[in-house]
């Protein structure tokens, strides 16, 4: 990782770098590729009041540039606000990578796990269900009964889900 810090209408100090480059280090735990920080802190004077502005920015690799610009009178609340910031824009990244994995990799992982399951168990065919069309309970039963299927789920006309079943009796219920 790459830093740079620098001073614009303000001349740096040790400890001022120090305390930049500690506030740097405490990025680093959010194991994301950075590539690069930037420090830029300027001196800002107007109406005869003195502040500071700092700006980070922040090379991540395969991502965008992270910007972060903050203002403050004192100095070194500026560079806390920042690195507050900067944490919360990186835990962010990071929570990212790491609950929202390429779905396409778990899709593929998840088929191979299913395709060895079926292999050693029953057969399970997935079936697409119509139930966007309301039908009658009248029209409902007369399907279940052409068909050799033991239930049949469908939306009434009031538009609630509705399952059919034949009985071991003969008889037809319905939920």
């Known amino acids: 990782m790459n830093i740079s810090i620098v001073g614009r209408q303000f001349e740096l100090t040790k400890p001022i770098k120090d305390y930049i480059e500690n ?8 194991n994301l590729d950075i590539i ?22 922040i090379n991540l690799a395969r991502k965008d540039t992270i910007v972060i610009s903050q203002k ?14 900067a944490s919360k824009v990186l835990r962010r990244e990071h929570d990212k990578i ?10 593929a992982s998840v088929a191979q796990v299913s395709e060895e399951k079926i292999e050693d168990t029953d057969e399970i065919v997935p079936i697409d269900l119509e139930l966007y069309k ?18 049949f789920v469908f ?21």
Do not use: W
């Open 23 to 30: 506030a740097f280090e405490s990025l680093e735990k959010y």
């Open 36 to 57: 690069a920080i930037r420090c830029v802190i300027s001196a800002d004077e107007k109406k005869n009041k003195r502040g500071f502005n700092v700006d980070f920015a």
């Open 72 to 85: 403050d009178k004192d100095l070194y609340a500026a560079i806390d606000l920042a690195s507050e910031r």
């Open 98 to 107: 790491t609950t929202h994995k390429n779905k396409d990799d778990q899709k």
């Open 134 to 151: 309301p039908l009658e309970i009248e029209e409902a039963l007369e399907k279940l009964k052409n068909s050799t299927d033991q239930f």
């Open 155 to 175: 939306n009434d006309m009031d538009a609630k889900l509705r399952v059919i079943y034949k009985r071991k009796d003969g008889k037809f219920g319905l939920y």
